[in-house]
């Protein structure tokens, strides 16, 4: 691969190495009812087990709470996964197989019932009712509780939901109701064929009420906690550790094989690395980008490359001068060399992205926007001309900050962007990194410039990615604000057709491509360091719905 001259100052100022690897997408296969397979790792039967069962894995960040009705980020969602136990879980593949409800059934898409199975226990005895889905489906909605993932249950379409967010109506006409302790009705306001796979969502599980209204929100803490998950939380040490311990009232505890999973918040690549090659974690959350090739070369049989339903992005401000100009923003995108950051910073299989939603989200067939079929000195002159335009150049350069969550990655990629900013179009950004907490509550009040931002899939649909954007979502769409974009996402969700839904996601790109609120920098792939020994990874699962309790420790 040939390097220019900014290819090379950006290896340089970033300290990346250049590696290149190629990642298959996983099979996206059919939604099953079947219950997965245990510990079925070859044909030769049953694997060997490690006297010990115990998993240790890398967090990337102190979560900023194990309540499923209050967080809305990755690190969280993997823990609660452990905790927690919703209507439906996912198998390795990807496939939506039962949770605490052993089946379902719907009428027209509207009406849907899920039934119970009756060994479901919360980790006190009590059982796991279908009140308690009701009382916690309301408490999402009830906006006392102040969910940011409230806009989640909207879009579920559970009838009277989006009125009782916005407090227009009492919380107890939800859509919701438990007709006896083991069977759940939801009835909708319109056809959602994909709502089964909505109910595997971290937002979507049940807390146990009188846990809940006994402690406030120091249920979560070790001695409060109640869960009907796999694990209970046993230990739990802000900045450093979260333990976890076997659920014994878990209804399926005789086909979970660990006994301990400890989730370690190490926001720096590097330190987690060198944990792991010290022998200390059994699987990272990342790696540092510039020891990819290293790793690839020294350690092949501890890396895994798996793709991934996430795309990362940088989010415009358009509610901030000078960024409610769609020119500037325009500008901004196009001088982004997506090839350099994916085929050379980055090297391990990520593709470049002109659209929010990733080409592995099933049934999403891109197309390319005008800007993305240029050449990239194409869209650099177009760059150039734009930000003149918009009245910005070397007597008035343009002068910002850009947003980041802290991570050596974050930052890498963080630095090299605001090169090619800086060598193309004579801009100047000041980085501004902030712990994980901080940088949510920044971000989601609209207090930066452009800020860096990642999404993965709630679910395997692109409406998971494209309501994202719409005005109502407070994650990402209200520093957009479009009531056009509204317009075609509204219709999208409203359709019982499913070839018109398709031509209208492909309508909401189109229209992201024009107004430019976001600037997409490329398609995920994880990777990682996964020990050997660890079997149950579920390495085709495209939203890396990791659950421990299908995970264990081979005998070496």
Known sequence: MKLNTITRTLFMGAGLSLALAGCSEPEQKQTSQTAPEQKTETAAGEPQLADVQ???????????????????????????????????????????????????????????????????????????????????????????????????????????????????????TLGVKALDDHTLQIT??????????????????????????????????????????????????????????????????????????????????????????????????????????????????????????????????????????VRIRKALSYAIDRNVITDALLGQGQKPAYFLTPEITAGFEPELPEYAKMTQEERDAEAKRLLKEAGFGENNPLDFSLLYNTSENHKKLAVAIGQMWKDKLGVSVDLNNQEWKTYLSTKDEGNFDVARAGWCGDYNEASTFLSLMRSTNTSGGVHYDSQAYDAIMQKAMTTTDEAERSKLYLDAEAQMAKDMPIAPIYQYVKARLLSPQVGGFPANNAEEKIFSKDLYIKAE
């Open 188 to 325: 909708l306001d319109s056809a959602v064929p994909y709502l089964v796979k909505m109910m595997g969502h971290t937002t979507m599980k049940p807390v146990h009420k009188e846990t809940v209204e006994k402690h406030g929100d120091q249920w979560t803490k070790p001695e409060n906690f109640v869960g009907n998950g796999a694990f209970v939380v046993d230990n739990w040490v802000i900045n450093e550790r979260i333990e976890l311990m076997r659920n014994e009232q878990y209804w399926d505890n005789d086909n979970t094989t660990l006994d301990k999973v400890t989730f370690l918040p190490i926001e720096n690549q590097v330190a987690e690395m060198n944990r792991y090659l010290a022998g200390e974690i059994d699987m990272t959350y990342e790696i540092p980008n510039e020891h990819f090739r290293r790793l690839k070369s020294e350690h092949p049989d501890d890396l895994s490359i798996v793709g991934n339903l996430c795309s990362y992005y940088y989010i415009f401000n358009t509610k901030r001068e000078p960024f409610d100009d």
């Open 54 to 172: 115990e998993l240790v894995r890398g967090n990337g960040a102190e979560v900023a709470s194990l309540d499923p009705h209050k967080t809305q980020g990755v690190p969280e969602s993997h823990v609660i996964r452990d905790l927690l136990e919703g209507l439906v879980n996912q198998d390795a593949d990807g496939n939506v197989i039962p949770g605490v409800a052993e089946r379902w059934e719907n009428k027209d898409n509207k009406v849907f019932t899920f039934y119970l199975r009756d060994e479901a226990k919360w980790s006190n005895g009590d059982p796991v009712t279908a009140q308690d889905f009701e009382y916690s489906f309301k408490r999402v909605a009830d906006p006392m509780t102040a969910s940011p993932y409230s806009w989640y249950l909207g879009y579920t379409h559970m009838e009277n939901a989006k009125a009782i967010i916005k407090g227009e109506k009492d919380k107890d």
